[in-house]
T-cell receptor
Framework: AQRVTQPEKLLSVFKGAPVELKCNYS??????LFWYVQYSRQRLQLLLR??SRESIKGFTADLNKGETSFHLKKPFAQEEDSAMYYC??????????FGAGTRLTVKP | GAGVSQSPSNKVTEKGKDVELRCDPI?????LYWYRQSLGQGLEFLIY????????KSGLPSDRFSAERTGGSVSTLTIQRTQQEDSAVYLC????????????????FGPGTRLTVL
């Protein structure tokens, strides 16, 4: 069975500091990994996906199959990055599993 | 264009009553997902519809939960004999499906229905 683990429910950093949101997964097939974000009073939306290998709003995430991780990183956090972040895995059958989420707070 | 819409936005009901939650996906999106978002529990997958195929119901927590998708578009999630632990935000998402490989693309989420069971 596929599983996504986000070990930190809450993460707080100061503006300008680096931030890393951890995500580990377990899946026997070839997964696709995503990060979704939900800003205050907004809908959940896609932030980035591993197959795109792109940087969105300064965030990057690299799929590490050896460590089964897909950590989200940003070198210099901004206050507007404060939000709820969900790591998600899509299996071969298009079934999606989300982690419990990490609430990031960036303090001024 | 219009995004995913859900109704009602809020629903308060009494324990034991049945409720229906509606989702209107983005036009042309063949895949539709229902999730439950509870405080501290993250997003819990409930059910997935893909075109005319049999839905993946593996996430439904009990037989009190069911969902339909009529005409490949609008979907209704029904919860029978509601319990207090059913209180949560119910989210719907839709996406297109790639013609090659059959993988679904980015999910677009609705605003959710906040269900409160008294």
């Amino acid at each position: 069975a596929q599983r996504v683990t986000q070990p930190e429910k809450l993460l707080s950093v100061f503006k300008g500091a680096p931030v890393e949101l951890k995500c580990n997964y377990s899946y026997s097939g070839s997964p696709e990994l995503f990060w979704y974000v939900q800003y205050s009073r907004q809908r959940l939306q896609l932030l980035l996906r591993h197959i795109s290998r792109e940087s969105i709003k300064g965030f990057t995430a690299d799929l590490n199959k050896g460590e089964t991780s897909f950590h989200l990183k940003k070198p210099f956090a901004q206050e507007e990055d404060s939000a709820m972040y969900y790591c998600a895995l899509r299996g071969n059958n298009n079934d999606m599993r989300f982690g419990a989420g990490t609430r990031l707070t960036v303090k001024p | 264009g219009a995004g995913v819409s859900q109704s009602p936005s809020n629903k308060v009901t009494e324990k034991g009553k049945d409720v229906e939650l509606r989702c209107d996906p983005i036009s042309g999106h063949t895949a539709l997902y229902w999730y439950r978002q509870s405080l501290g529990q993250g997003l819990e997958f409930l059910i997935y519809f893909q075109g005319n195929s049999a839905p993946d119901k593996s996430g439904l927590p009990s037989d009190r939960f069911s969902a339909e998708r009529t005409g490949g578009s609008v979907s209704t999630l029904t919860i029978q004999r509601t319990q207090q632990e059913d209180s949560a935000v119910y989210l719907c998402a839709s996406s297109v499906t790639s013609s090659s490989g059959g993988r679904t693309d980015t999910q677009y989420f609705g605003p959710g229905t906040r269900l409160t069971v008294l």
